[in-house]
């Protein structure tokens, strides 16, 4: 009996509602039938608004290599322009290229954060869903083990009914 309390109190937190049986075939039955696994990207995306789809593209493209291509080549044509013209916006030190590069650092910074952010919490979602996953295969498979065991044991006891009849001869 303390063995159906525990398993109860499992697939309660496996389930995360009230249960009202007492019967554990009927708790197995309800884990087998209800699924478990959920399709995370799916229901992220699904909640996601406006402002984090566009936070992750931000983050897409500033950690491409294209971005940094990119980048590293207007950063070479911008200083290559403003030594060379006369009459330059920018000239030595550049200071308006480093106001720049300081406006584009404190920006994207927290987008790559904000992005990441959700990215920890979409595998804090996976972790715990295949927790419940293995939770309900480990009970499942608890269930199957029991069943096998008592399958031996009957398939025994009709082995000693067939042998004391004189049906089958014994093996010992």
Known sequence: MDAKIKKKEIVKQLL??????????????????EPLAIDIDKLEDEKSTFKDKLADKITAI?????????????????IILNKCLEDSIDPYPFILLNLLLSCIAALQAPIIMMSQNREAKKDSMRSKNDY????????????????MS??????RKILKILEDNGMIKSDK
């Open 132 to 147: 419940r996953t293995d939770l309900k295969s480990e009970l499942i498979l608890e269930v199957l083990h029991d069943q």
């Open 16 to 33: 995360n509602e009230d249960l009202k049986t007492d019967d554990e075939n009927e708790l197995i039955e309800m884990l087998i039938d």
């Open 62 to 78: 500033a950690g491409s290599w294209t971005f940094i291509i990119i980048f590293v080549s207007f950063l070479i044509i911008w």
């Open 150 to 155: 008592e399958i031996a044991k009957n398939q």
